[in-house]
């Protein structure tokens, strides 16, 4: 049984994997960079180390310094949360190599998926749906090109090993190809170590889609429904909603089929999510995240199942505690990320001090948030604050909580999205719940040209 973690993370979700631990009889362990030193995670753990200077390539994103960390104060798991090295295999292994238990899936999984065309062949092969593209790396200019044509404009250009919404371009003719090809081989060098690029027919407009799973070392599966994550601008998640409102009951149900299909494919044995694309008819893989989301709590909300709680006893090599049949979805949850961004320069990241916070509240109302009143936001990491969720028996009515949480949460001195997103949930398409990936970018367009903003 895992007795003590080392939490490989910061703000809000180092504070969400503590209050489950808490919830567990679980000891933690914080780890946090200069610049982190009074961070609320720091405070709310049972330990705290120091692990390096306030970049995080210097801190969090250090390996040796983290295992030494858990080592030092007799950690004997480590849980990544998302981001930084929580999708990454080397980590992984290094964490098992050492002893301790890692709280995610294998690292030969972690590896085989995050490999973007190795999870295309894999999900082929078990009949999930696929976007039109290839399955390897592309070895030219040249050989982008023919692939290019055959497929038919437009295409997108991935990295292989890609995710977050980086390493992404789409490509309309024949002249754009180059410059794309050579800044998306740029930047998958940048943020993942590897410029390998593959091509994608690029759909239109669609939905984004993403099912929550979770699988066991005995061969087990099981969903938890899905979320509606179309509400973004350039690949960044912005608001989600679960479960999405514009499916009819056999639409959701191959979605989930094929979610389920991609789990077992990959011998899953953890919590993690299939990412598709839905273009109102059918749904497209598009990758499977081996880690915990950032919107996990509206799945949460809908089903009353703690998933990080999840994780850690799978990670300790416990079955899955329930079947199918009785995980159920009930209502709905809207999530909207608070993020430290400049509306007015197109949601450039801001910095300094909180100097006053309220946290708003009330039936069906959570935030998950790494703040407080004089906290200092560093510069150095990204730019979410906290995140509001919202729970309702129906839309509507989970539509009107959000809007009363926006018009009641503070973030005094410094510069927060929450005022476009409280706008945007008075839009039609919104409200009717067919808005598509275009939607936000579209709508802040026009609050600039109509300065609502």
Same mark, same amino acid.
């Given at each position: ?111 085989? /998926?995050?490999?973007?065309? +190795? ?7 078990? &009949?999930? %749906? @696929? $976007?039109?593209?290839? =399955?390897?790396? /592309?070895?030219?200019?040249? +050989? ?7 497929? &038919?404009? %437009? @295409? $997108?250009?991935?990295? =292989? ?293």
């Amino acid at each position: 049984m895992i007795q003590r973690v080392l939490i490989a993370n910061r703000s809000e979700i180092a504070v969400r994997i503590i209050r489950a631990c808490k919830e567990m009889g679980i000891e933690t362990v914080a780890v946090y960079s200069q610049a982190d030193k009074e961070a609320l995670h720091v405070q709310m753990a049972d330990q705290a180390v120091c692990i390096g200077a306030s970049l995080a390539s210097e801190s969090y994103l250090n390996m040796n310094n983290l295992i030494q960390a858990a080592c030092l104060t007799g950690c004997d798991a480590i849980h990544p949360g998302f981001g930084f090295l929580s999708e990454n295999s080397r980590f992984a292994r290094l964490v098992q190599e050492c002893g301790l238990t890692w709280i995610g899936p294998r690292p030969e999984v972690i590896e085989q /998926l995050g490999n973007k065309t +190795e999870a295309r062949k894999m999900m082929a092969a078990k &009949g999930v %749906p @696929i $976007i039109p593209g290839m =399955s390897k790396a /592309l070895s030219s200019e040249q +050989e982008g090109l023919s692939v290019a044509d055959e497929i &038919g404009y %437009p @295409i $997108i250009l991935k990295a =292989s090993n890609g995710g977050g919404g980086k390493g992404m371009r789409v490509v309309r003719s024949e002249t754009e190809f180059q410059d794309a090809y050579y800044q998306t081989k740029s930047e998958a060098k940048q943020f993942f170590g590897d410029e390998d690029v593959y091509i994608e027919k690029f759909i239109e407009n669609p939905k984004h889609i993403e099912v929550q799973l979770a699988g066991d070392r005995y061969g087990n599966c099981v969903h938890f429904y899905e979320r509606d994550c179309s509400f973004q601008i350039d690949n960044q998640k912005m608001m989600e909603e679960a479960p999405c409102s514009c499916l009819s009951e056999a639409q959701r149900a191959a979605l989930v089929e094929s979610a389920c299909k991609a789990c077992k494919a990959a011998k899953y044995d953890s919590v993690g999510t299939v990412e598709f694309l839905f273009d109102g008819n059918q749904h497209y893989f598009m990758e499977m995240n081996t880690r915990i989301q950032v919107e996990h709590p509206i799945t949460e909300m809908i089903t009353g199942i703690d998933l990080i709680a999840l994780q850690i006893r799978l990670a300790q090599g416990d079955p899955l505690p329930f079947t199918q049949a009785q995980i159920h979805k009930n209502g709905v949850a809207i999530e909207c990320r608070i993020n430290a961004e400049d509306v007015h320069h197109d949601f450039h990241g801001c910095a300094g001090k909180i100097r006053f916070y309220h946290c708003p509240g009330g039936n069906g109302i959570r935030v998950d948030s790494g703040i407080y009143s004089g906290y200092e936001v560093p510069p150095f990491y990204d730019s979410m604050l906290c995140k509001i969720i919202a729970y309702a028996p129906n839309r509507k009515a989970c539509i009107q909580k959000m809007k009363g949480a926006l018009e009641e949460i503070i973030v005094d001195g410094i510069e927060t999205n929450e005022e476009f997103l409280y706008l945007a949930l008075f839009q039609e398409d919104f409200l009717k719940g067919s808005y598509d990936t275009s939607m936000a970018a579209k709508f802040y367009q026009q609050c600039k040209k109509e300065e609502l903003l």
